[in-house]
């Protein structure tokens, strides 16, 4: 089936720092999103793009949807302690059903104080 | 607003045993979804439903049934739980975006298989 590659699969940084990463895949996609998963709590919506080269930001957060439509990236600036948790990327296949949303295997951040 | 609602939270089942997971979504979507979550897998799709009366299979449906009771409510159901069905079960819901992945998620069945 489709596959998401996401990288890192986890990062330990310091509070403070500004943390980047990313989602690739050999298909070709009609929308990318950004997920957050904190602790034993389901995933929510962070960012959405919805054009090839689309630039977004929301907060500290931000979020760009490569102009090949196979790949984006998310950075987050100024790390706190509440960004921990999994971040997951998502991508709606080009032309797809609402069955088509394929699913990175998430980056897990920890954030020393 | 409670949003996406999972019920039971938490369940350990024997081998062979029955169990229906209930999700309820009071924000009036047309669509909805059951996803499973296993450590370094990601989010899978089991079943969706794009409209009341309507059901698909997504990625992993072997051992699971779905129905869409009516437009708020999509109950997942195992008929013969199995070992390999130990997860942490997501319902979500999405209304007019529901093409572009914009998902609301409830938090989670904890489902244990002995």
């Known amino acids: 089936g489709q596959q998401l590659n996401q990288s890192p699969q986890s990062m330990f940084i310091q509070e403070g720092e500004d943390v980047s990463m990313n989602c690739t895949s050999s298909s070709i996609f009609n929308t990318w999103l950004w997920y957050k998963q904190d602790p034993g709590e389901g995933p929510v919506l962070l960012i959405a793009?919805?054009?090839?080269?689309e630039l977004t930001s929301n907060g500290r957060l931000t979020a760009q949807f490569g102009i090949t439509r196979k790949d984006s990236f998310l950075n987050i600036s100024a790390s706190i302690p509440s960004d921990v948790g999994i971040y997951f990327c998502?991508?709606?296949?080009?032309?797809?059903?609402?069955?088509?949303?394929?699913f990175g295997k998430g980056t897990k951040l920890s954030v020393k104080p | 607003n409670a949003g996406v609602t999972q019920t039971p939270k938490f369940q350990v089942l024997k081998t062979g045993q029955s169990m229906t997971l209930q999700c309820a979504q009071d924000m009036n979507h047309n669509s909805m979804y059951w996803y499973r979550q296993d450590p370094g897998m990601g989010l899978r799709l089991i079943y969706y439903s794009a409209s009341e009366g309507t059901t698909d299979k997504g990625e992993v449906p072997n051992g699971y049934n779905v129905s869409r009771l009516n437009k708020r409510e999509f109950s997942l159901r195992l008929e013969s739980a199995a070992p390999s069905q130990t997860s942490v079960y997501f319902c979500?819901?999405?209304?007019?975006?529901?093409?572009?992945?914009?998902?609301?998620f409830g938090e989670g069945s904890r489902l244990t298989v002995l």
């Open positions: 979500a819901s999405s209304g007019r975006r529901a093409n572009t992945g914009e998902l609301f």
């Open positions: 998502a991508g709606q296949l080009y032309g797809g059903s609402q069955g088509n949303l394929i």
């Open positions: 793009l919805y054009k090839a080269g």
